[in-house]
């Protein structure tokens, strides 16, 4: 009978992967638990399985002292001594406990103390086991499905294939061999702890290492992936050696060797791509199979590329929903803006225009407080284009504009441009007026220029007083109409009268 256990020990322990010592120490620890459950006592238990006898001993536990302050878990010298004459203040005593009268309750609780123990030493196997292969390719089996999740099995345990790592166009049917890596190990998990994926990048690059001999032996390197799943990889990948192409390494004869990754990724494209120090460089290759007019640099600090491609180019470079773009971005680690010729054009066009065109001053606008004009102009905007082209979070950021005011520049801002010719004009009969006076000084300026200047040139005075000459003329002509019109409008009244 002890043989008998013990070999059924020894089976769950090969089951489960554990050593036969933990389900040894559950089975003692659950004796201990259905022990002090039935004798209600806090004495200190410990129990002791017998692998000859199959017998599971449970003990109290005293230890001895010169004075006694708990008898629960102390005894006294004297009292140890008479149990155990070579006792001293120290060391234990133990008595045991009967086991046979433990009832059906008992049992129960040490056979679900015993299965938690099991369950948790295979948890803490498992975690060890695995959380040093992440990123490894394994080979599964879908096992069930839990919700839009798949349970698949690895052979020792399951493992979890969420629905944000499954490729987008698969599906997946029960009984199916799967190639997937292993993406994490939650140790808090309630079900399985590893969690694997279809859709991670590593899958494609552990795949071109069982594919391609060169980049298992390390000759080609894979530098950086980038993956949609079910779409479309971009993979940028360098040689060691300088007599070895990467990229014909990587696709092999006749497309052979990406034509088996193709496969297993169930027709996903796949772009292999040169990798290149040199970030321009780098990013004219990204964005294969477009053809690159130029790259640059914009922002360094930031990591953002202006890209510029022929207008035919255009969509190519973008791809199907930005993911070209997307995918390049992702793949050399900057962020890219990518305009067609035309575009560039265009804005250099109109930088040119807002560059050499005459600025409106604010006070233009109506509407507009000469207070809040100061405030405007000391945040360095002097010109109503200026204003026009700024965002109500930018404008409140001025010091003294608020969310209020920010509405009354804009439909100030509003009025000027609708106004267009009309507003124009006013300005300019506005400007007029102004200058009227100025234009008088001016032509005092000029007569008496005019008189230095016949001191000067005698041939000059014949031409001013010919001038002079037809001005009476003129004055006379208009003197004449005058009455003319005035005999005309008496002549209508004195008929409106009769």
């Known amino acids: 009978m002890a043989n008998l256990l013990y070999q059924q020990i020894e089976m769950l322990s090969r089951e489960k992967h554990i050593e036969p010592e933990v389900v040894v120490s559950a089975i003692e620890d659950a004796m201990v638990v259905a022990a002090r459950k039935y004798y209600k006592t806090e004495e200190d238990l410990r129990a002791k399985f017998n692998q000859e006898t199959g017998q599971v001993d449970v003990y109290s536990v005293y230890t001895v002292v010169e004075e006694v302050t708990d008898p629960k878990k102390e005894v006294s010298l004297a009292e140890a001594k008479k149990k155990n004459p070579a006792a001293e203040v120290g060391t234990e005593i133990i008595a045991a406990k009967p086991t046979d009268v433990l009832g059906r309750i008992a049992a129960q609780t040490a056979k679900q103390v015993i299965l938690q123990k099991v369950r948790e030493a295979e948890r803490d196997t498992i975690f060890n086991e695995y959380h040093t292969r992440v990123g490894e390719l394994v080979t599964v089996i879908v096992k069930r499905a839990e919700g839009p999740d798949l349970i698949v099995d690895m052979g020792r345990t399951e493992a979890r294939l969420p629905k944000r790592e499954q490729s987008k166009l698969e599906t997946y049917n029960i009984g199916e061999r799967l190639r997937v890596v292993i993406k994490m190990v939650d140790r808090a998990a309630k079900g399985p702890q590893v969690i694997v994926s279809r859709a991670d990048a590593s899958l494609v690059q552990r795949l071109f290492e069982m594919e391609v001999p060169e980049i298992y032996d390390g000759t080609v390197q894979i530098r950086f992936a980038a993956r949609e799943a079910g779409e479309r990889t971009k993979v940028a990948v360098a040689s060691r050696d300088k007599d070895v192409d990467p990229v014909g390494a990587c696709v092999g004869m006749k497309g052979m060797r990406v034509q088996s990754i193709i496969r297993e990724l169930r027709g996903e494209k796949i772009d292999i791509i040169p990798y290149n120090e040199e970030t321009v460089a780098f990013a004219q290759k990204a964005l294969s199979p477009a053809k690159v007019t130029r790259v640059q640099i914009t922002?360094?600090?930031?990591?953002?590329?202006?890209?510029?491609?022929?207008?035919?180019?255009?969509?190519?470079?973008?791809?199907?929903?930005?993911?070209?773009?997307r995918l390049a971005s992702k793949l050399i680690g900057w962020d890219i803006d990518i305009k067609s010729e035309e575009e560039k054009r265009q804005e250099i066009e109109e930088q040119m225009t807002a560059l050499t065109a005459p600025a409106t001053p604010l006070t233009s606008l109506a509407g507009v407080g000469a207070k809040t004009?100061?405030?405007?102009?000391?945040?360095?905007?002097?010109?109503v284009e200026k204003l026009a082209g700024m965002t109500p979070e930018q404008l409140m950021e001025i010091p003294g504009i608020g969310e209020k005011m920010v509405d009354k520049i804009y439909q100030a801002v509003n009025r000027f441009y609708e106004g267009g010719t009309e507003a124009a004009a006013a300005t300019g009969e506005a400007a007029a007026a102004a200058e009227a006076p100025a234009e008088e000084g001016e032509a005092a300026a000029v007569e008496t220029t005019e008189a230095t200047a016949s001191v000067e040139a005698p041939e000059e005075t014949e031409e001013a007083s010919q001038a002079a000459e037809e001005t009476p003329v003129a004055e006379e002509n208009a003197t004449e109409a005058a009455p003319a019109e005035s005999k005309d409008d008496a002549e209508r009244a004195e008929e409106a009268k009769s």
């Open 373 to 383: 004009i100061e405030k405007i102009e000391a945040a360095g905007i002097t010109s």
């Open 299 to 325: 922002d360094p600090e930031n990591k953002k590329l202006e890209v510029i491609v022929e207008d035919s180019q255009l969509s190519l470079a973008i791809g199907k929903k930005g993911q070209n773009v």
